[in-house]
């Protein structure tokens, strides 16, 4: 099993982007995830939630991204995504992709995470 996140890159503030991941393996298309999201880990921080989406499309933010960022998810084809707009340096950080599954077979599973660097 895999996720693959990619679209992370350096931004001037008040930039753009979008985070992809891919969940890969038949687990994740025989038993799909009750959740998918978005993680993201700073130096010297702990890892924080951005956002998550459950398999029925409702969203759930933290504060500070709330208003600025979107989490979409295709169940079709186990694929995440995040849109960030109006991205400040306090968004630099490690964005990881998550798939977890509550009810058996249980899993919760990261990806290797790719970088967002916000400049200012």
């Known amino acids: 099993v895999q996720l693959q996140a990619s679209g992370g890159g350096l931004v001037q503030a008040g930039g753009s982007l979008t985070l992809s991941c891919v969940a890969s393996?038949?687990?994740?298309?025989?038993?799909?995830?009750?959740?998918m999201a978005w993680y993201r880990q700073s130096p010297g921080n702990e890892r924080e939630l951005v956002a998550e989406?459950?398999?029925?499309?409702?969203?759930n933010y933290a504060d500070s991204v709330r208003g600025r960022f979107i989490i979409s998810r295709s169940n079709s084809r186990n694929t995440v995504a995040l849109q960030m707009d109006n991205l400040t340096p306090d968004d630099t950080a490690v964005y990881y992709c998550?798939?977890?599954?509550?009810?058996?077979?249980?899993?919760?599973?990261y990806g290797r995470g790719t970088q967002v660097t916000v400049s200012s």
């Open positions: 998550n798939a977890r599954r509550a009810n058996r077979p249980v899993y919760d599973v």
């Open positions: 393996g038949s687990i994740f298309s025989d038993t799909p995830p009750g959740i």
């Open positions: 989406i459950d398999y029925y499309g409702r969203t």
